[in-house]
Nanobody, 116 residues
Framework: QVHLVESGGGLVQPGGSQRLSCAASGFTFTIYAMSWYRQAPGKQRELVATVTGRGTTYYADSMKGRFTISRDNAKDVVYLQMNSLKPEDTAVYYC??????????WGQGTQVTVSS
């Protein structure tokens, strides 16, 4: 059974940093791309970043240069390092994996609030 468990959210001041983690289980972690999405109140869920099994990364334009996605294939964990956080980064952040067509899995989400 696939499980994705996020951690690391919380309250952070503008300009601060936060690192999110997503522990994965129930599938062969090393061969699948992993992604982080986020959903702000009243907005649609949006892609933040993706990392392939080999470590190739992709970022949404608004996150480039501030966020870094990485993975530890030995631990089955994917990370999202967020720097220079802004109030508009406030959202619930979700870990995601697609194992095949119609096989999308999500974590429960972790809240990140950027506020002074």
């Amino acid at each position: 059974q696939v499980h994705l468990v996020e951690s690391g959210g919380g309250l952070v001041q503008p300009g601060g940093s936060q690192r999110l983690s997503c522990a994965a289980s129930g599938f062969t972690f090393t061969i699948y791309a992993m992604s982080w999405y986020r959903q702000a109140p009243g907005k649609q869920r949006e892609l933040v970043a993706t990392v392939t099994g080999r470590g190739t990364t992709y970022y949404a334009d608004s996150m480039k240069g501030r966020f870094t996605i990485s993975r530890d294939n030995a631990k089955d964990v994917v990370y999202l390092q967020m720097n220079s956080l802004k109030p508009e980064d406030t959202a619930v952040y979700y870990c995601h994996v697609r194992l095949g067509e119609h096989y999308d899995y999500w974590g429960q989400g972790t809240q990140v609030t950027v506020s002074s």
